[in-house]
């Protein structure tokens, strides 16, 4: 089992930078791999951004493509998003998320752990 922590949100203002941190638990970390996804109010969740096991592969939705990183420490247990030229729809909960399938996926139903979450807030 894998336990999630986000941080690193806060409010920005469009045009701005921020960098989320999601810390695991466990020390099977590398045999996950993991998704950040986000959910505005009243909105479905829609998934941002996935790294594969070894962090070799990536996926980035259409939305945040240029404009986001995901990365991996797999001795610190952490993944990382990283996102510049953030705009007011980027506004969301941040959640990222683990599942044990060895490929990237964007199926949000096909992860297994999650966090808790963490607010971004971007002004106009």
């Known amino acids: 089992q894998v336990q999630l922590v986000e941080s690193g949100g806060g409010l920005v203002q469009a045009g701005g930078s921020l960098s989320l941190s999601c810390a695991a638990s466990g020390r099977t970390f590398s045999r996950y791999a993991l998704g950040w996804f986000r959910q505005a109010p009243g909105k479905e969740g829609e998934f941002v951004t996935a790294?594969?096991?070894?962090?070799?592969?990536?996926s980035y939705a259409d939305t945040v493509k240029g404009r986001c990183t995901i990365s991996r420490d797999n001795a610190k247990n952490t993944v990382y998003l990283q996102m510049h030229s953030l705009k007011p729809e980027d506004t969301a909960a941040y959640y990222c998320a683990a599942t044990p399938r060895v490929e990237i996926t964007r199926s949000i139903t096909l992860y297994d752990y999650w966090g808790q979450g963490t607010q971004v807030t971007v002004s106009s």
């Open positions: 790294i594969s096991r070894s962090g070799g592969m990536t």
